[in-house]
């Protein structure tokens, strides 16, 4: 998950309650030898836990960073993600309360199948055995339960724990909904705990078994660490260094949002700059725009999902024009080798998601952030009313607009009544020198816009046909 936020790399502390989960399984994995791996290959052994533990790699002592978010566990109830969205979170009681009505109730995939949610999952039944004179109810008539352990590993487990029945089967996995996951693109997807997901399978209607906690009025979270100003105990040196570095991420944060800004005053003083361009790579980019007119795009949903008649309305040599945050979602280099098949060399958006910006240097595939395209052609083009497919039975709560790093997600995907895949007539032109992008209007209207300066080092990459190629050459070189 690190990754998919748009990290490079991430650390996790680990603590002695870390400690004693990890000795926890290396005790499980030594009494489970019979899956085939051996003694050195085991992921997690009691040497192994030692070693790591006697090596601890720590923060240096008065370490700062650029940012700070803390997140109250002992305030946290059980959550539900959805429809087709994992950014729409509500809290369970408030989706309890909609009543509605399920008819598919999934327990699978890597992230939600192991033996210990499975055991999850085998408690709501057997709780509610007991409340039924013993008798295991059966699932809700009209409703399918479909089970698959994340591993034999897993299911070995579990058998062995009494929680899996070697006659059941499960035939699907996931771990996302995004529209079209569950087979049809008009379904509604959720995600839920393995226990919420048994509990609603029992019921026929999405539901829970848990209690909030007592005087729970919301998630408490935020920037900083949690700790309250009366409660803390720092030293005057330590108050000076916290006012400071906020003063420093103030001037920070200015500089992002005025930049372009000041910029644009000050170089019509100077000399134009220019961008060297390497000989393997364009001076210029040339091609029509088709919109697809939605923020949040998935790279589950490239491109086929999104609209089943993308590939027919999109022809080799045009330009992807599309929304914000576009390739949010998991690391799946086909979100950009399938638009290169499709022979799209160049993607505008009003802004990428993290993971997909890099998936997309790897693998050639070229992106622009021109949010002034965005908003023009949303102007030029503007979406006609139609049900949306997120509108279906639940909303998106009003505090998910609290998010800390990222505005709150419009619309989902999938609105009926509009045409999803839009080829504009409309010309664009990338100046890789000048750093600027030209747009032709259908009507002839003819306007520029400055953009990001292509790197260097990125041109090297796209130039040798992605970051493979480029490790390629390199080694062939010696370096």
Not at 217 to 229: A, M, P
Not at 244 to 259: C, K, P, T, V, W
Not at 392 to 405: A, F, H, I, Q
Request: hydrophobic share 35%; aromatic share 6%.
């Amino acid at each position: 998950m690190t990754t998919e936020s748009g990290a490079i790399a991430g650390l996790f502390p680990i603590d002695n309650t870390l400690r004693k989960w990890l000795s926890y399984k290396a005790t499980e994995s030594s009494l489970f030898k019979n899956h085939g791996l051996s003694q050195e290959n085991q992921r997690f052994t009691h040497s192994k836990i030692d070693s790591l533990f006697a090596n601890k790699l720590e923060a240096d002592k008065g370490a700062t960073y650029a940012k700070e978010l803390y997140l109250n566990l002992s305030t946290l109830s059980p959550y539900i993600s959805g429809p087709n969205s994992v950014k729409i979170a509500t809290p369970l009681h408030e989706v309890a309360a909609q009543n509605i009505p399920i008819q598919k109730a999934f327990l699978v995939s890597c992230t939600n199948s192991r033996a210990s949610d499975l055991a999850c999952a085998a408690r709501v039944f057997r709780n509610a055995a007991q409340k039924n004179n013993g008798i295991v109810p059966k699932i809700t008539e009209g409703v399918s339960l479909y089970i698959a352990a994340a591993s034999k590993p897993e299911q070995e487990a579990a058998e062995a724990a009494g929680d899996w029945q070697p006659d059941e089967t499960g035939i699907s996995a996931s771990n996302r909904n995004f529209a079209g996951r569950m087979g049809s693109r008009d379904a509604n997807a959720y995600l839920a705990s393995p226990e919420v997901v048994a509990a609603s399978a029992l019921s026929g209607r999405i539901a829970g078994v848990s209690k909030l906690p007592e005087g729970w009025t919301g998630v408490e979270y935020g920037y900083g660490d949690g700790i309250k100003d009366e409660n803390r105990m720092i030293t005057a040196d330590q108050a000076l260094e916290k006012v400071i570095g906020q003063l420093d991420g103030m001037i920070a944060d200015s500089e992002l949002q005025f930049g372009d800004n000041i910029a644009e005053h000050t170089t019509q003083q100077e000399e134009e700059r220019l961008v060297d361009v390497l000989p393997d790579f364009p001076e210029q980019v040339t091609g029509e725009l088709v919109l697809c007119d939605a923020d949040n795009v998935s790279t589950d949903a490239c491109m086929q999902n999104y609209d089943p008649s993308f590939s027919t309305t999109a022809r080799a040599g045009d330009i992807l024009v599309s929304g914000f945050n576009f390739g949010c979602g998991s690391s799946r280099e086909q979100a950009a080798t399938s638009l290169l098949a499709k022979g799209l060399r160049l993607v505008v958006a009003g802004s990428f998601g993290n993971i997909f910006a890099r998936n997309s240097i790897n693998n050639a595939l070229v992106g622009l952030e021109v949010p002034a395209l965005v908003k023009r052609l949303r102007e030029a083009f503007p979406s006609s009313s139609g049900e949306m497919t997120g509108e279906r039975g639940m909303v998106e709560p009003e505090g998910n607009k609290e998010s800390l790093d990222s505005a709150p997600p419009p619309a989902p995907v999938g609105e009926r009544g509009r045409v999803l895949t839009r080829r504009t007539g409309w010309w664009l032109t990338w100046d890789v020198r000048r750093s600027e992008v030209v747009v032709k209007e259908e009507e002839g209207r003819e306007w520029s816009v400055g953009v990001g300066e292509m790197p260097r080092n990125v041109q090297e990459i796209i130039a040798k046909g992605g970051l493979e190629g480029w490790i390629r050459a390199q080694v062939e070189k010696g370096e």
